[in-house]
């Protein structure tokens, strides 16, 4: 497959995620479920937007597009915060889906005409596609986490069912080694690459404990039931004025009773061995406190997952040096297309060469949710 046929289908994946998330009636997207969120019409006609300035006109907002400059202003992120963007004149359902079609024809257009570039290796022009394709995502993941916000009864499905976790595995840790560690990437090996994670450069990390899995529901619930959110002890000055504050008593989502949940409008049983999500870093902060431990740094964290004591070199993902399909680079995260609403709960699947688990995410909304892994 050309890296042209590949950002084809990036872009064709997540569009077919998106349509997924806006296929209700008007009132509906034109909602507004929590002031941190947008309207989910907002998020679908701001998709459009980015991708004709950065795939149809190079980036140059003084370009002329294809919607009037008072409009498009309409969807500018630094101008507008989210919870303005509801009493904005924004583009209707109808408008929003329509703009973003066109847009699409143009651009596959657009990637029509480019060159050919080896497989993995995009120019400067095909790197942009997969940063749309990417930014889409990005927004899908947004929408998912405004709905999760929506009250009332589900408007999505569930439509797959979470492998069982593995039995014993929780609560345990192990053992990285000592060392230099190859921190980061270079732009020529890894080019859909973030400039921040770049370049690579090797540091020394001192030998350290991390969890195996993430921290579960199970676990959390000790610490609840445990009087984890009653005991000023286990929190940082910051954190306890905040949990004050915000009232915090368990994870967003959980229910009174401890051992339920609602998600996406579903009330359901808490799974036990499923990782916790919707917590605060102060509320990690002071899990690790609790559980006698801390929360581990970014080098440590990227080491337990990347690092192959064995052959002493950095894997591409945290259970192989490519691709389990294509062996090549991906510009978007696969897990992003995945039907499925919930983090997958611990096991031996995709284990790093450290030995633990679940490293590369374990739900759509990742960065809104994760439960921290506690090195000793």
């Known amino acids: 497959m050309t890296t042209r046929e590949r950002l084809a289908r990036d872009l064709e994946r997540a569009r077919t995620l998106t349509l997924r998330l806006v296929d209700f009636d008007d009132a509906e997207l034109c909602r507004q479920y929590d002031p941190l969120m947008s309207p989910l019409v907002w998020d679908l006609a701001h998709i459009g937007q980015q991708e004709e300035l950065w795939l149809l006109r190079g980036g140059d907002p003084d370009r002329p597009g294809m919607l009037p400059p008072a409009v498009e202003g309409l969807y500018d992120a630094f101008q507008h915060s989210r919870a303005s963007r509801v009493e904005l004149p924004l583009l209707s359902p109808e408008q929003a889906r329509t703009f973003c079609r066109a847009v699409r024809s143009a651009a596959l257009d657009a990637l029509d005409a480019l060159p ?4 993995g290796r995009p120019d400067e022009a095909g790197f942009a596609f997969g940063m749309v394709a990417s930014h889409e995502y990005q927004h899908t993941e947004t ?31 192990v053992l990285v080694p000592g060392g230099p560690f190859v921190l980061g990437v270079d732009a020529e090996t890894e080019p859909y690459s973030l400039d921040n994670e770049r370049p690579a450069h090797v540091v020394d990390v001192p030998a350290f404990r991390i969890g195996r899995v993430p921290v579960t529901n199970g676990e959390w619930r000790q610490f609840v039931d445990g009087g984890g959110y009653t005991q000023a002890r286990w929190w940082s000055d910051r954190g306890w004025q905040y949990r004050l504050s915000a009232g915090l008593t368990a994870p967003q989502f959980w229910n009174s009773d401890g051992r339920t949940r609602t998600r996406f409008g579903y009330h359901e049983d808490l799974p036990p061995d499923e990782p916790v999500q919707h ?15 801390r929360l581990p740094t970014e080098v440590e964290w990227e080491k337990a997952c990347v690092w192959d004591p064995v052959t002493e070199s950095r894997r591409r993902y945290p259970w192989a040096r490519s691709s389990r399909r294509t062996g090549t680079p991906t510009s978007v995260p696969r897990r992003c297309a995945r039907r499925r609403s919930a983090p997958t709960p611990p096991g031996p699947r995709r284990m790093a060469p450290s030995s633990c688990s679940a490293m590369s995410g374990s739900g759509p909304a990742r960065r809104c949710g994760r439960g921290p892994d506690l090195s000793r």
Request: aromatic share 8%.
């Open 143 to 173: 929408m998912l986490q405004a709905l999760n916000l929506r009250p009332g009864a589900p408007l999505l499905r569930e439509t797959s069912v979470l492998p069982a976790g593995r039995p014993g595995v929780a609560g345990t840790s």
């Open 116 to 119: 050919d570039a080896p497989a």
């Open 279 to 293: 917590v605060t870093y102060f509320e990690a902060e002071a899990y690790a406190a609790w559980a006698g431990a």
